[in-house]
Nanobody, 125 residues
Framework: QVQLVESGGGSVQAGGSLRLSCAAFGYDTSSNCMGWFRQAPGKEREGVAAIYTDGGNTYYADSVKGRFTISQDYAKNTLYLQMNTLKPEDTAMYYC??????????????????WGQGTQVTVSS
């Protein structure tokens, strides 16, 4: 049974940092596309960053390039999102997701099959 469990969200002031974690259970995380998405109230879910676990190719939305870093610890079956220089517009529920395939469409939520429950990130000005 595939399970993704996010943690690490919280409230920070603008300019601060947070690191999100996503622990994966129940499947082999090799050769998967894993991604981070976020959804703010009243807005559509948007892709933030993704990584192909076999080789480590990474993908970033323009809005987070240079500020966010996606990484993985294969031994721990855990995905991370280091978020620096946070802005109020980064406020959202953050989700991790995975699909047992290459990252053909890394920012399309319809391309991902399994999702975590989300962790809230709130950035105050």
């Amino acid at each position: 049974q595939v399970q993704l469990v996010e943690s690490g969200g919280g409230s920070v002031q603008a300019g601060g940092s947070l690191r999100l974690s996503c622990a994966a259970f129940g499947y082999d995380t090799s050769s998967n596309c894993m991604g981070w998405f976020r959804q703010a109230p009243g807005k559509e879910r948007e892709g933030v960053a993704a990584i192909y676990t076999d080789g480590g190719n990474t993908y970033y939305a323009d809005s987070v390039k240079g500020r966010f870093t996606i990484s993985q610890d294969y031994a721990k079956n855990t995905l991370y999102l280091q978020m620096n220089t946070l802005k109020p517009e980064d406020t959202a529920m953050y989700y991790c997701a995975t699909v047992f395939d290459y990252c053909y469409r890394p920012f399309d939520p319809n391309n991902f099959k399994y999702w975590g429950q989300g962790t809230q990130v709130t950035v105050s000005s």
